[in-house]
């Protein structure tokens, strides 16, 4: 089993930066990929970012290439998302995704409680 928290999430002006956290505990951190979803109001759950278990891959929608990063601190057994240029369409429920078998195509079992980020223009 592995538990997730998720943190960060706030309102924000066009252009601006947030960083999300994911606390994990249960399950080894290392033994696990992680990743990020988000979802905004009316429309599916969408993938945002992968992280191996290693860390030492990485995997991004096109929508966030080149402004969003993952990563993750094994001493602190929590992943981040560090979220730059921030625009209008990323406002959406950000959560928390552990345990996937192929990280970037499917989705994990254990998922965190979601949270908000809000993007203004």
């Known amino acids: 089993q592995v538990q997730l928290v998720e943190s960060g999430g706030g309102l924000v002006q066009a252009g601006g930066s947030l960083t999300l956290s994911c606390a994990a505990s249960?399950?080894?951190?290392?033994?696990?990929?992680m990743g990020w979803f988000r979802q905004a109001p009316g429309k599916e759950r969408e993938f945002v970012a992968a992280?191996?278990?290693?860390?030492?891959?990485?995997y991004y929608a096109d929508s966030v290439k080149g402004r969003f990063t993952i990563s993750r601190d094994y001493a602190a057994n929590t992943l981040y998302l560090q979220m730059n240029n921030l625009k209008p369409e990323d406002t959406a429920v950000y959560y928390c995704?552990?345990?996937?078998?192929?990280?970037?195509?499917?989705?994990?079992?254990?998922w965190g409680q979601g949270t908000q980020v809000t993007v203004s223009s």
């Open positions: 992280i191996s278990w290693s860390g030492g891959r990485t």
């Open positions: 249960g399950r080894t951190f290392s033994a696990y990929s």
């Open positions: 995704n552990a345990d996937s078998p192929q990280p970037g195509v499917a989705t994990g079992p254990y």
